[in-house]
């Protein structure tokens, strides 16, 4: 007999794949898929250009592909979707994708917050980008999924964001901030990210045939 307690984990664990079985399936639909597609590319356009267009261009040239960390992980996502769709597979690729996703998607998320309880009023451009990077962490997800890595590719990962993450506040370039951001709650949220996603991806860390979330192995969701 399965005890309470193990049967309730067990049914939430349920629960929980039950809900991510739906929104996989959701996101691969066709029509559902090329709408991501073209939200996620009108959104790196504007975060380029709106965002950090002033930013870029006052920084020089080596640290630039520090700077734009939300359009470039908006720009990775069509472009792992569309191999996804045409059943192409690049476990490390999309592993990368997925952490960037995740961790600047949250980012966005805890700016606005941090925005609000500190004088900050909601604004339209608050709302709408807390609700776009909120998706932002949602399709990140949707890719660890496909996402599958070595030791070896999940230090290479989580060095790359921590050496980012040094660039945008141990050397200042990082993302335009409000008053109402005090860039240290920034920077905390930014290291802290990396390394929590960092120590999961090596906790997964068992090759490129293994996905990193741990309610969804390799038979555990239909692939096209």
């Known amino acids: 007999?399965?005890?309470?307690?193990?049967?309730?984990?067990?049914?939430?664990?349920?629960?929980?794949?039950?809900?991510?079985?739906?929104?996989?399936?959701?996101?691969?639909?066709?029509?559902?898929?090329?709408?991501?597609?073209?939200?996620?590319?009108?959104?790196?356009?504007l975060g380029f250009v709106?965002?950090?267009g002033v930013q870029i261009r006052a920084t020089p040239l080596l640290f630039v592909p520090f700077v734009p960390d939300s359009p470039l992980s908006t720009l990775f996502f069509p472009i792992s979707l569309l191999l996804i769709m045409a059943g192409r597979r690049y476990p490390r690729f999309f592993a990368f994708a997925a952490f960037g996703l995740i961790k600047y998607g949250l980012w966005?998320?805890?700016?606005?917050?941090?925005?609000?309880?500190?004088?900050?009023?909601?604004?339209i451009e608050s709302i709408a980008m807390t609700i776009t990077h909120l998706g932002m962490a949602g399709e990140g997800l949707f890719l660890l999924s496909y996402a599958g890595l070595d030791v070896a590719g999940a230090l290479l990962i989580g060095g790359w964001f921590l050496l980012n993450d040094w660039v945008d506040y141990g050397l200042g370039y990082h993302p335009r901030v409000l008053p109402q951001m005090p860039v240290s709650w920034m920077g905390a949220e930014g290291f802290l990210s990396?390394?929590?996603?960092?120590?999961?991806?090596?906790?997964?860390?068992?090759?490129?045939?293994?996905?990193?979330l741990p309610w969804a192995g390799p038979d555990d969701l239909e692939q096209e």
């Open 1 to 45: 007999m399965v005890p309470p307690r193990d049967l309730g984990k067990r049914t939430n664990l349920t629960a929980i794949k039950t809900l991510y079985r739906w929104a996989h399936n959701l996101i691969l639909f066709r029509p559902i898929a090329w709408t991501l597609i073209f939200i996620n590319l009108v959104g790196t356009v």
């Open 108 to 123: 966005t998320v805890w700016a606005w917050i941090v925005f609000w309880t500190h004088g900050g009023g909601p604004t």
């Open 50 to 52: 709106y965002w950090y």
């Open 194 to 212: 990396t390394i929590v996603l960092s120590a999961l991806y090596l906790s997964r860390a068992r090759g490129v045939a293994q996905r990193v």
